[in-house]
């Protein structure tokens, strides 16, 4: 069974750090496209960023050169280190799989805030 | 960048009724629209992709039609647990993807 699990979210000031992890089980994230996206209160989801196998990475222009996403092969695991964080960064982050985003995690929430 | 434009923002329906919501991209897409249904405290569920392709598991009465511009999505007979929001998807060759702003749809 698939399954993705989020992790590392919480209250964060602004200007300051979080970094997410995103666990699957039950297929491989090394063969498939991976991404992260988010969800503001009241708001549709916002794509943020993808791991593509071979390394290739893209990022909303909202979020670049502010946040990396990253891949452990041997944790089966991806990442979205977050820095510079702003209020408009609020939101429920959720990990999904595939370019039809065909499963995805329970979200992990974000809070910057002073 | 590719704009997803999709109407109504809201509907009020009742069980049975047919559920028509429309997408509009701000240039021609082929056949690249999916769909999406979220409900209160859940994560979104892929329910057709490729505008017409329906995701495994999916009950029949959902469909989705479309290409280039203009993409729709159709539940034939409104049950109770479809009362949702839902969006439609574009995802581009850049590695991009842009949703739609959600249909909410409500019991009337």
């Known amino acids: 069974e698939v399954q993705l699990v989020e992790s590392g979210g919480g209250l964060v000031q602004p200007g300051g750090s979080l970094r997410l992890s995103c666990a699957a089980s039950?297929?491989?994230?090394?063969?498939?496209?991976m991404s992260w996206l988010r969800q503001a209160p009241g708001k549709g989801p916002e794509w943020v960023s993808v791991?593509?196998?071979?390394?290739?990475?893209s990022y909303a222009d909202s979020v670049k050169g502010r946040f990396t996403i990253s891949r452990d092969n041997s944790k089966n695991t991806i990442y979205l280190q977050m820095n510079s964080l702003r209020d408009d960064d609020s939101a429920i982050y959720y990990c999904?799989?595939?370019?039809?985003?065909?499963?995805w995690g329970q979200g992990t929430r974000v809070t910057v805030s002073s | 960048d590719i704009q997803m434009t999709q109407s109504p923002s809201s509907l009020s329906a009742s069980v049975g009724d047919r559920v028509t919501i429309t997408c509009q991209a701000s240039?021609?897409?082929?056949?690249?629209v999916n769909w999406f249904q979220q409900k209160p405290g859940q994560a979104p569920k892929l329910l057709i992709y490729?505008?017409?392709t329906l995701e495994k598991g999916v009950p029949s009465r959902f469909s989705g039609h479309g290409s280039g511009t203009d993409f729709t999505f159709t539940i034939t007979s409104l049950q109770p647990e479809d009362f949702a929001t839902y969006y439609c998807?574009?995802?581009?060759?850049?590695?991009?993807?842009?949703f739609g702003q959600g249909t909410k749809v409500e019991v009337k």
């Open positions: 999904a799989r595939g370019d039809y985003f065909d499963h």
């Open positions: 490729d505008a017409s």
């Open positions: 998807q574009h995802y581009d060759n850049l590695l991009r993807w842009t």
């Open positions: 240039q021609d897409i082929s056949y690249s």
């Open positions: 791991f593509y196998s071979g390394g290739v990475t």
């Open positions: 039950g297929f491989t994230v090394a063969d498939n496209y």
